[in-house]
């Protein structure tokens, strides 16, 4: 990538840690959607904005010294809002499995309860989480037109639009949103939450991704203490990097960004089972769907704070 556009904003990214280049992109992200809600006539959209940061990330990681690689699904039969994304903690990888959810102009998330056929789709994303053993977010898209401070969490405008990418936990949102009222023939319905619900008490800014591996805590520990979300009653594995870059299913995105693309071959995968299909899969990362009305993430997104995601 070396357009003059291109250079101008990577030259944004030079010399910045992965944290301060996700807030960067969430305050992007901000403008963005206040920009649009302030303007008759914009629109805005979730996959749009999901690509921009994919490719801002991209852009990124060619130019800092932090770990970025950036995947997409061979697949074809896959949603634009689903996201596989590892996260470097203290002895690996952790799994987050991702549904981007734009905030709409009344400030609620109407799309949260959004069904696939007839199952709700938060049950497809903490289904895949368990199957996979991780943990299960909402990627929450954010931007208010005109200044606001959140709370005493956010001490300036500025502190607010790290908001504009933040992330909650789906078991969080289950447990105190998804039918909660009933209709007259009994059939129930969601309680709509809101960006003031949901924020910050349950939500994080998207920089709070960036650092959970400089703290000596195990899966469950970095969920139920840096994070502060609702625990799982599953093991929460942790993975290697031999076992995210073996997958075969995936494209690579960013080839040439100076990280080690190839598994280590002494490194074994053992066989596991697929918990949709009960059949024995030789890739430890692998999804068979059961039908159309399942989690199908269109990227895998890898970030670590060291350039060779060690």
């Known amino acids: 990538m070396n357009n003059t556009i291109t250079e101008g904003i990577q030259k944004l990214y030079i010399g910045k840690d992965i944290s301060e280049i996700l807030d960067m992109i969430s305050i992007n992200v901000w403008d963005r959607i206040a920009f649009a809600r302030s303007r008759k006539g914009?629109?805005?959209y979730e996959t749009t904005i999901t690509q921009d940061?994919?490719?801002q990330l991209a852009l990124a990681s060619e130019v800092s010294k932090h770990g970025v690689k950036l995947f997409e699904a061979k697949s074809e039969k896959t949603n634009g809002n689903d996201i596989e994304c590892y996260v470097k903690v203290n002895d690996g990888f952790m799994f987050f499995p991702m549904q981007a959810k734009l905030m709409y102009s009344d400030n609620s998330y109407a799309q949260?309860?959004?069904r696939r056929g007839k199952i709700d789709q938060i049950d497809l994303l903490v289904d895949y989480a368990k199957c996979k053993k991780g943990y299960p977010l909402y990627l929450l898209y954010?931007?208010?037109p005109g200044s606001m401070?959140?709370?005493?969490?956010?001490q300036s405008y500025n502190q607010t639009k790290s908001y504009g990418v933040s992330f909650t936990s789906a078991i969080h949102i289950k447990k105190n949103f998804q039918n909660k009222y009933g209709r007259i023939k009994g059939d129930p319905i969601w309680r709509i939450p809101t960006f003031q619900d949901l924020h910050t008490k349950f939500s994080r800014p998207f920089p709070a991704l960036a650092n959970l591996s400089n703290y000596p805590l195990n899966a469950h520990e970095v969920i139920e203490q840096k994070l502060r979300f609702h625990p799982v009653d599953y093991d929460i594995a942790v993975y290697s990097k031999e076992e995210l870059l073996e997958d075969n299913s995936w494209v690579d995105l960013?080839?040439?960004n100076g990280l080690i693309s190839k598994p280590d071959k002494n490194t074994v995968t053992e066989p596991v089972v697929d918990?949709?299909?009960h059949t024995s899969i030789s890739n430890k990362f692998g999804y068979k769907h059961a039908s159309e009305n399942e989690f199908k993430p269109k990227f895998r997104l890898i970030l670590s704070n060291n350039d060779n995601l060690d």
Request: glycine share 4%.
């Open 53 to 55: 940061i994919l490719y």
């Open 149 to 154: 401070r959140l709370d005493k969490l956010t």
């Open 254 to 256: 960013t080839p040439d």
């Open 112 to 114: 949260i309860a959004h």
């Open 275 to 277: 918990c949709i299909n």
């Open 142 to 144: 954010n931007g208010f």
């Open 42 to 44: 914009f629109k805005i």
